[in-house]
């Protein structure tokens, strides 16, 4: 029986890829300017999938969330608009 040389330490860590800048815009602008953080959102996950950085999630969630964000800015002002022209015809 042959008897392998112990091997001491542990190996080197695991190279971690830098998060995409893109993407950390896109969760932030998406609460602050929400279709900069649609824009952010795919551009960043385009970078992301050329370059294999990390942060593919906020990116998607960014995205997503500018979305919502802006349908429900856009029912809201159209909801505004339509109470303003109904007061305007109201006797």
């Not at 609460?31 to 906020?58: D, E, H, T």
């Not at 802006?70 to 909801?79: E, K, R, S, V």
């Amino acid at each position: 029986m042959s008897q392998q040389p112990a091997q001491y330490g542990y190996g080197a860590a695991p190279v971690q890829r830098p998060t995409e800048t893109m993407a950390i815009l896109a969760i932030i602008f998406a609460f602050v300017f929400s279709p900069l953080g649609i824009v952010f959102g795919v551009i960043g996950r385009k970078n992301i999938a050329r370059n294999g950085n990390s942060g593919r999630g906020l990116a998607t969630a960014g995205m997503w969330l500018g979305t919502a964000f802006t349908a429900f800015a856009i029912i809201g002002y159209i909801g505004i608009f339509a109470l303003a022209a109904s007061m305007q015809t109201a006797p």
